[in-house]
Each structure stands twice: as C-alpha cells, then as structure tokens.
Nanobody
Framework: QVQLVESGGGLVQAGGSLRLSCAAS????????MGWFRQAPGKEREFVVA????????WYVDSVKGRFTISRDNAKNTVYLQMNSLKPEDTAVYYC???????????????WGQGTQVTISS
C-alpha cells in the first residue's frame, strides 16, 4: 500500500487561497487514482475531487467546481489541491487518498493520509 502525507493546511480568511500537497511513497504512484476528501466537525467524510493516473478528466463535487483544482506530478509522486475563493463552509480536515480504480466513494480508497486542517474565517 502506498503511504500518503498531506501538507499545506492552515487558517485563511474567506476569499483566500490555499494549496494542499500530498506526497506518496512506497508504491507505484502513477497506478493510483488519487482523491481528496474532507470531513467537517459532526459531519461525514465527503468526496471533494479525484484524478486519474494521466491527470485528465478530474471529477469534482459540485460545491467546489470552479474554485478548486486538482493536479498531479507523477515524477514527484505528489498530488496537489489548489483551493481558491475559499468559504467558511470549506472548513474541514482534508484527506488525501489513493485507489486502484476510479471512484468517488471513500470505501474504495485503500490508502489514506493523516489529514490536514483547513480553517476559513469569515
């Protein structure tokens, strides 16, 4: 299983930006579909976006379309999440995850990072 480590979370004001990174090790990174999920206090973990091995055709949840951009660098074994126009409702712990197949269901992702806190102040 691939090991994942997220970074880049923090506290920003509404309208600001953050860039999350997820570094992978211990597996063949390019073989994995990579996804970002988030979990706000008292809520279930929510799918945010996924990207296939080629970096093409990412799939976003409607609430982040036009504001978030996922990308991956297979040479660096890293996936990124650029988050712009952040809103207080984006506040959550953000998790990077890896799957062997295309999915937006958390149960299909076998490897998870530890999470990084993103807090948006109003």
């Amino acid at each position: 299983q691939v090991q994942l480590v997220e970074s880049g979370g923090g506290l920003v004001q509404a309208g600001g930006s953050l860039r999350l990174s997820c570094a992978a090790s211990g597996g063949t990174f390019r073989r994995y579909v990579m996804g970002w999920f988030r979990q706000a206090p008292g809520k279930e973990r929510e799918f945010v976006v996924a990207i296939d091995w080629s970096g093409n055709n990412p799939w976003y949840v409607d609430s982040v379309k036009g504001r978030f951009t996922i990308s991956r660098d297979n040479a660096k074994n890293t996936v990124y999440l650029q988050m712009n126009s952040l809103k207080p409702e984006d506040t959550a712990v953000y998790y990077c995850a890896a799957s062997h197949g295309w999915s937006d269901y958390a149960g299909d992702f076998g490897s998870w990072g530890q999470g990084t806190q993103v807090t948006i102040s109003s």
